[in-house]
């Protein structure tokens, strides 16, 4: 949450900067400590970080193979969405992703990113137990809401001309 607000304060790049710059205070902080308790104490421990600096944090080729394997997978389904969204295959959906896009656009003229992102947080928390407390009401309204949704869309796509008809399975 702390972060968050940094970054509402400070742009990305000071935050990560702040951060880093802190962790590197700490860590030639303890380096320089070691040293001087070694030096009192007239041991020989050697580097406080030895164990840390010779592990491999190298990443296999085959874990790296696979992840990008499934990452593509997600890539080019966004992609086929993308370009089927764009190049209007179905003209409702295309007309769906207008009216949302047009609808960001006076979220995005009221709202910066790490506004919007520190709602999303607080949402994050807030609304599951709000649902759990109130669920059988909630329910009863999306249950309405979906109703009026599908009619709509129904009432749509008898209207529009090219508009393709989906059957319940896709």
């Not at 050697?46 to 944090?57: A, E, R, S, T």
């Not at 080019?76 to 209007?88: C, E, G, I």
């Not at 599951?128 to 999306?142: A, G, L, R, S, V």
Request: overall charge positive.
């Amino acid at each position: 949450m702390l972060l968050l607000l940094s970054l509402a304060a400070f742009s990305v790049i000071s935050v990560v900067s702040y951060l880093l710059l802190a962790l590197l205070c700490v860590t030639i902080t303890f380096r320089i400590y070691k040293s001087v308790v070694q030096a009192v104490q007239k041991s020989s421990d050697g580097h406080p970080f030895k164990m840390l600096i010779d592990k491999d944090v190298s990443i296999p080729p085959e874990t790296f193979r696979k992840h990008v394997d499934v990452s593509l997978t997600y890539i080019n389904r966004a992609l086929k969405q993308m370009s089927r969204l764009f190049l209007v295959e179905d003209l409702v959906d295309s007309l769906k992703l207008a009216v949302v896009m047009w609808l960001m656009t006076y979220v995005g003229a009221v709202f910066n990113g790490i506004t919007i992102l520190i709602l999303a947080d607080i949402l994050l928390f807030a609304v599951p137990p709000i649902y759990e407390k109130n669920k059988t009401q909630i329910d009863q309204f999306i249950d309405v809401a979906r109703t009026q949704v599908n009619t709509t869309i129904a009432k749509l796509q008898e209207k529009l001309p090219g508009a393709v008809k989906r059957s319940k399975t896709e």
